[in-house]
């Protein structure tokens, strides 16, 4: 499997990354293990999860999967988790501040058996904490030898040029890398924060490439979702998040996916997983698989790439608008065309 450079760290990733929010959910260890092994008979060596995944069960299942492979098979394994949201019901069971990330990666250490994180992220902003305490803390456990880089997920353009001025002020360890929701459905990152991450040196990491199932084909513009899909195993969030999605634009998206998938004859997943692999920026993608059956489908996708004319294609049936100020008045007014910011300043951090 292609390796790609996590931005500027140094650090190699497979183009295709395993999420892990599935096990000890929907997944259980006998089949999250099955998944694992067969990720890395394919060739994949980045492993993501997070402790709020499962309450601590994820970790817990990925742990006792890298003492099954033994010290010296896992090496060249890459580990990332995330911290952030809540683990328990005391005033320091969450957030980004110091005494909850000190108890967060010793837990997350411990259920993952390891003596360090190769990765180890904010969920998301906390505005409840400064972020000069975040920042010190995590370079506090790199110094320590617990954390070798620092990510985040889930931030804002401005939140990321903030944690760049304070760790580069301080020379303190820097965020290398940034976990967004980006797919085919979800391109607003493009407007502001994959140009400050490409000045910054910054690879994506992005989760939900599949847009939540939407672009497998799984949903229809007559009926809502039901049966053993993931918005039909919940019908409260379901039905929410169904008539969020249900408009023009994605059924077009849908549709131009669902064409490309005809003429390639490949599932329609294959042809949104090749578009936000080829996106500028983009280190890994994170795949979320609760089969490894459906791990192989998704692996399916290293056995071709999309062609320009198909790239052109779904960018042009998936481009979302601008909004009017200060984007649509730039581009009216100043000649400054915001969608084909990255096209022009495009030089992809890859290894």
Request: charged share 25%; hydrophobic share 40%; net charge negative.
């Amino acid at each position: 499997m292609e390796k790609r450079e996590l931005g500027s760290s140094g650090l190699g990733l497979s183009v295709f990354g395993l999420g892990t929010m599935t096990f000890g959910a929907e997944a259980d260890e006998t089949a999250s293990h099955a998944i694992l092994d067969r990720y890395v008979e394919r060739g994949g060596r980045f492993i993501d999860t997070a402790d709020v995944y499962s309450h601590g069960v994820s970790e817990e299942i990925v742990g006792r999967w890298l003492a099954k492979r033994g010290e010296h098979e896992h090496d060249d394994i890459v580990v990332a988790t995330k911290a952030r949201f809540s683990m328990g019901d005391g005033p320091d069971d969450v957030g980004a501040g110091r005494r909850h990330l000190v108890q967060a990666l010793d837990a997350s250490l411990r259920r993952l058996g390891v003596e360090a994180i190769d990765l180890y992220q904010m969920h998301a902003w906390d505005p409840g904490t400064p972020l000069e305490e975040t920042l010190g803390t995590l370079n506090d456990f790199v110094v320590a030898g617990k954390v070798r880089h620092v990510g985040v997920s889930n931030y804002l353009s401005w939140h990321l040029e903030r944690a760049a001025r304070i760790t580069s002020a301080r020379d303190w360890a820097p965020v290398v890398s940034l976990q967004p929701q980006y797919s085919l459905l979800s391109r607003e990152i493009e407007l502001e924060i994959m140009p400050v991450c490409l000045d910054l040196g910054m690879g994506l990491l992005p989760w939900s490439p599949l847009g939540g199932g939407w672009l497998t084909g799984k949903y229809s513009s007559s009926s809502r979702p039901s049966g053993a899909t993931r918005l039909g195993e919940d019908p409260g969030r379901g039905v929410e998040a169904y008539d969020l999605r249900n408009n023009e634009r994605t059924w077009r998206v849908v549709a131009e996916v669902e064409a490309i998938s005809k003429t390639r004859d490949v599932p329609m997943s294959q042809v949104a997983l090749n578009w936000v692999r080829a996106r500028p920026l983009v280190t890994s993608v994170l795949l979320g698989c609760r089969t490894v059956s459906q791990l192989e489908e998704n692996l399916g996708a290293l056995e071709w790439e999309l062609g320009p004319e198909e790239m052109e294609r779904l960018n042009g049936a998936s481009a979302p608008g601008i909004p009017s100020y200060p984007q649509g008045f730039l581009e009216e007014y100043a000649g400054v065309s915001v969608w084909a910011e990255l096209a022009t300043r495009n030089e992809p951090v890859l290894g």
